[in-house]
């Protein structure tokens, strides 16, 4: 009903402002005159909130139920067509796309109590091309809470499309405790490939439990089971990298095969040294590091200027296991710095470096004749970590070191690589003048054994 | 003190429930089934009586699974009395009751019982043994559970059926209209047809009840999911009635219909079928046949 406004007095000498009723629902104030009063200031602010906050509401409003039509009809797009089919990929394609919105009606089709009311389905098939279908797109959205609906829908009562779908989601998302115990109950399965999806969504965990389904897997002669497993690694990212580089130097049948699928998952690190999130460039660059292909270093090399000290440790050692100066430089370089944890950080990536290639013995050795004590106390503890037998002779006279520290250092290293002709000398050092000193030496000596 | 130990005992029987995987709903529904056993335990009719809705309908099952050797064993709750009358002053019940199988949604709950023990005849003192499984279904009626159908000796597999027959004109004729309003996508037509109480089963390819579920509870239900199918599928059902079984007094009916269903989609082009039987009871309380019960994909040939 339209109200017709009834022209507005103004008294003299009294500006005021008036309420207009006709405006009521909508939370609109008039302003009658050309100064307000303290009150009507606050009367117009409560008003104009009401109404922005109606107007934000409605919005809101609308743009869910938009979005939950949307859902809707890509969810009948899902059961209209047949999996796999370009209209119910397009299905899933655009529901992945919708994002966290999408994710409620997704889980809930993923519950069989869910098809009951008004939302019945006569056919198993629908069912399964509904949940098969919403599992794909919560593997892309990967929302943390969708996890237990895909746990319980991997077991038998399901078909295999579901089950692969939601065990894939469960990989795609990633670690988490339930999530791993139930694919990791999958690794029992009679059927292969369930236990190889399994085992690749347990990779996608960073974990490696189910690495012999996926290295059975390559090496038999089932084409599907080698195409499913050679895509899971691909799609395991930096996850996947140290298996699929053993994979790549073994021999096998299939090594053209893993050798293309270390170069697709070499640019998509490299392209991931970009990344905005930290973690995806630490974990990028440390997986290069594991490929060990040099054609990746410019993109280390920047992030050695990247300002998270994870990332730069991760770059250096990626680069120091190529073999690349800058890389070895910049440990040897934080493992002289006064910073406390840049030398830790130091040593843990150069013993990562060191073990996994040998690739700075000669500068670990160097670095123990080095002017700094900072310098010689670090490369002992490396040599230790590392185990490097060929050090002994250097670590032997580094227990001389003037610094105590260094020697301290030295002799656990002594004590960790654990050569039997050097007991004279660590019963002589349980004598030195430094009680931390002769304490690790005893220590040594213990670790050495009774002989 | 005494308020104390109540509270704790009924503290400690809730916690012993909900461990044993009941519900306040199924605690309520064995409290009903109870109430039944119990009057007729006691003679008690009116304590029987309790127990049931007013729009109940009975079957007979025959001992068999198959619904095609079932008949209408009470019309509705007067027929019910009357033989319960009957029953409780010629014989004598000793029997205990086990519930294997409860399933509730929202307001509506399918059972089966399994009686065992003695039925004694008051006149001659003749001892008979029992056992015999019951399928039940119930309303929530405000806080109670009332029992709305019975299929007294209901087998545990199929047998051999008698040769059936569906010469029920009104019946068939009914079915053929569900059918039609499918085939012309009229949601209206179709819930018309049923009673404002009715349950809707799946019965997933199966004859025992313990595997079924309730799919839809009530004709608005029912209209609701209608509408939302309707307008987005196309189907055609070739449909046969295969069996009918009316009472006396043309009051209640069971159905069974063979039938193949293709649904076709607006959005894609797939186009699922499945052949499947469906179980109908009907009754006419208020002048129309009314659907009371149905379940999709009843197991006949399994």
Redesign the interface.
């Known amino acids: 009903m339209i109200k017709t406004r009834a022209p507005l007095k103004l008294r003299p000498n009294c500006f005021s402002s008036a309420y207009d009723p006709l405006f009521d629902e909508l939370g609109v104030f008039v302003m009658t005159g050309p100064a307000f009063s303290t009150q009507s200031i606050h009367a117009t602010m409560k008003k104009l909130t009401l109404f922005l906050c109606g107007a934000l509401w409605l919005l809101g409003f609308s743009a869910c139920s938009t979005t939950d039509q949307q859902v809707s009809d890509l969810l009948e797009q899902l059961a209209a067509n047949e999996i796999e089919t370009a209209s119910w990929q397009q299905a899933v394609d655009e529901l992945a796309a919708i994002g966290r919105p999408a994710a409620r009606q997704l889980v809930a089709h993923l519950n069989p109590d869910h098809y009951k009311g008004v939302n019945y389905r006569e056919y198993r098939s629908e069912q399964e091309k509904l949940r098969t279908g919403a599992a794909r797109a919560l593997g892309r959205i990967k929302p943390r809470g969708a996890t237990v609906a895909l746990d319980d829908r991997i077991v038998v009562a399901y078909t295999d499309n579901e089950r692969i779908a939601c065990i894939w989601a469960i990989g795609e998302i990633g670690f988490n405790q339930t999530g791993l115990d139930a694919l990791k109950a999958q690794l029992k399965d009679k059927n292969p490939l369930i236990r190889l999806h399994a085992a690749i969504g347990i990779v996608k965990m960073d974990e490696e439990n189910g690495i012999e389904e996926i290295e059975a897997a390559l090496n038999g002669d089932d084409d599907q089971l080698v195409k499913i497993a050679l895509h899971g690694l691909e799609e395991s990212n930096y996850f996947g990298v140290p298996s699929l580089s053993r994979f790549a130097r073994q021999s096998g049948p299939n090594q053209e095969q893993l050798r293309q699928v270390v170069g697709q998952v070499k640019d998509q690190l490299v392209s991931q040294l970009a990344a905005e999130e930290p973690t995806i460039r630490q974990r990028s660059a440390r997986a290069l590091g594991t490929i060990g292909d040099r054609s990746a270093s410019d993109g280390l090399l920047q992030l050695l200027e990247d300002p998270n000290n994870l990332v730069r440790f991760n770059a250096a050692a990626a680069l120091a296991t190529m073999d690349a100066s800058q890389g070895i430089d910049f440990l040897f370089a934080a493992l002289q710095n006064e910073d406390p944890i840049l030398r830790a950080n130091a040593v843990k990536f150069l013993t990562q470096v060191q073990r996994s290639s040998g690739a700075v013995e000669g500068q670990l050795l160097e670095a123990l004749s080095s002017d700094s004590p900072l310098s010689r106390s670090g490369a002992a503890q490396v040599l230790g970590e590392a185990r490097v037998s060929g050090a002994v002779q250097a670590l032997l006279t580094a227990t001389a070191d003037a610094v105590a520290e260094v020697r301290c250092n030295a002799i656990i290293a002594l004590g960790q690589i654990g050569p039997d002709d050097i007991r004279d000398r660590l019963q002589a050092l349980c004598e030195d003048s430094d009680p931390t000193v002769s304490y690790y030496a005893e220590w040594a000596l213990q670790q050495l054994g009774q002989s | 003190m005494k308020k104390s130990i109540f509270l704790h005992a009924a503290a400690l029987l809730l916690i012993a429930a909900i461990c044993s995987g009941e519900t306040p709903e199924t605690i309520l529904i064995r409290s009903t089934l109870g109430n039944d056993l119990s009057g007729h335990r006691r003679a008690d009719a009116d304590l029987v009586l309790s127990a049931y809705y007013e729009d109940f309908a009975g079957y007979q099952g025959n001992g068999n699974a198959d619904p095609r050797a079932w008949s209408v064993l009470y019309e509705d709750l007067d027929g019910f009395t009357v033989a319960l009358n009957k029953k409780l002053s010629t014989h004598r019940y000793e029997t205990e009751r086990t519930l294997p199988f409860i399933h509730v949604?929202g307001k509506k709950a399918m059972v089966t019982s399994i009686d065992s023990g003695k039925v004694v005849d008051r006149g001659t003192g003749e001892v008979r043994s029992i056992k015999t499984r019951r399928f039940w279904t119930l309303r929530k009626v405000e806080e109670e559970w009332l029992i709305t159908g019975l299929v007294e000796a209901l087998g545990d597999s199929a047998q051999v059926v008698p040769e059936a027959d569906a010469n029920a004109d009104e019946i068939v004729k009914l079915l053929l209209r569900e059918k039609q309003g499918w085939e012309d996508g009229d949601a209206g037509s179709i819930s018309g047809l049923f009673d404002e109480e009715f349950i809707g089963y799946?019965g997933y390819g199966t004859i025992k009840p313990e595997t079924w579920?309730?799919?839809?509870?009530g004709s608005e239900?029912l209209e609701?999911?209608l509408d939302?199918?309707l307008e987005?599928t196309s189907y055609k059902v070739d449909r046969r009635v295969v069996f009918t079984s009316v009472d006396a007094n043309q009051r209640e009916a069971l159905a069974l219909t063979s039938e193949k269903?293709t649904?076709t989609?607006?959005?894609?082009?797939?186009a699922?079928s499945?052949d499947r039987y469906v179980l109908w009871t009907l009754s006419r309380r208020t002048g129309d046949w009314k659907i009371t019960n149905m379940c999709?994909n009843i197991g006949i040939d399994n």
């Open positions: 949604r799946d579920k309730i799919i839809f509870g239900e609701q999911w939302k199918r987005r269903l649904t989609y607006e959005k894609g082009d797939a699922p499945i999709y």
